[in-house]
């Protein structure tokens, strides 16, 4: 399990002899596509870890209406919350331990407490982003703005990635992403291939302009 936990950035740089011992503490689980993720009742308040695939966060309102605020690719954390749901977008595996667990690596290695901190601050910022986009942008920037943002994962973020750049999602992701309905994601990417912002093949999307899409977020 000790290359595993090396994969994701929250132990990248720590010694082996400080990860090994914390192995034991580290069960996995598969989920399928479109499977909400659900662990053992034994694992109190679990943290998890993707290991591969992708999920999404979502809530729930009353009148049935889902509201994603992130999506989580391999590397990235989260930890069970009361309200909120989370699915397998594609087949996934992921790491995952129970909370008074991680409170023991936690009093072992001050550096991780450090770590988590910064990470916990760029998750609120990012879900801050999300509502923020959901109450006061339209539908054809929050979808520019995912766009970016997706496309912009594992690379520096001064500068863009080379084109084209494919994204692996469908109409319904970005729709769920993006606040709204897979035929108005549908009618605004045909509208920018038309454009030549972006191409769709076989339900896939490739950027093809940032410069023209970035401004489209500035609308």
């Given at each position: 399990?000790?290359?595993?936990?090396?994969?994701?950035?929250?132990?990248?740089?720590?010694?082996?002899?400080?990860?090994?011992?914390?192995?034991?503490?580290?069960?996995?689980?598969s989920?399928?596509?479109?499977?909400?993720?659900e662990?053992?009742?034994?694992?109190?308040?679990?943290?998890?870890?993707?290991?591969?695939?992708?999920?999404?966060?979502?809530y729930?309102?009353?009148?049935?209406?889902?509201?994603?605020?992130?999506?989580?690719?391999?590397?990235?954390?989260?930890?069970?919350?009361?309200?909120?749901?989370?699915?397998?977008?594609?087949?996934?595996?992921?790491?995952?331990?129970?909370?008074?667990?991680?409170?023991?690596?936690?009093?072992?290695?001050?550096?991780?407490?450090?770590?988590?901190?910064?990470?916990?601050?760029?998750?609120?910022?990012?879900?801050?982003d999300?509502?923020?986009?959901?109450?006061?942008?339209?539908?054809?920037?929050?979808?520019?703005?995912?766009?970016?943002?997706?496309?912009?994962?594992?690379f520096?973020?001064?500068?863009?990635?080379?084109?084209?750049?494919?994204?692996?999602?469908?109409?319904?992701?970005?729709?769920?992403?993006?606040?709204?309905?897979?035929?108005?994601?549908?009618?605004?990417?045909?509208?920018w291939?038309?454009?030549?912002?972006?191409?769709?093949?076989?339900?896939?999307?490739?950027?093809?302009?940032?410069?023209?899409?970035?401004n489209?977020?500035?609308?």
């Amino acid at each position: 399990m000790s290359s595993t936990l090396e994969q994701f950035p929250l132990f990248h740089g720590l010694s082996r002899e400080l990860i090994t011992p914390w192995e034991k503490y580290f069960k996995e689980r598969s989920f399928i596509k479109r499977q909400i993720l659900e662990f053992p009742s034994d694992c109190s308040e679990p943290i998890y870890f993707i290991r591969t695939g992708r999920v999404k966060v979502s809530y729930l309102s009353e009148d049935g209406k889902e509201f994603t605020v992130s999506c989580l690719s391999p590397g990235e954390v989260y930890s069970v919350h009361s309200l909120a749901s989370v699915t397998a977008l594609e087949n996934s595996v992921v790491a995952y331990l129970a909370m008074d667990d991680f409170r023991l690596m936690l009093g072992e290695c001050p550096e991780l407490s450090l770590r988590l901190i910064r990470l916990l601050g760029n998750i609120l910022k990012e879900t801050n982003d999300v509502i923020l986009d959901l109450a006061f942008r339209e539908v054809s920037v929050r979808l520019a703005r995912v766009i970016l943002r997706e496309g912009q994962l594992g690379f520096n973020q001064r500068s863009k990635p080379p084109l084209p750049c494919f994204l692996d999602f469908t109409h319904e992701q970005f729709a769920a992403l993006s606040g709204t309905t897979r035929q108005t994601v549908n009618e605004i990417l045909k509208r920018w291939e038309r454009q030549g912002i972006v191409a769709m093949k076989r339900g896939k999307l490739s950027v093809l302009n940032w410069e023209v899409l970035t401004n489209k977020t500035m609308i």
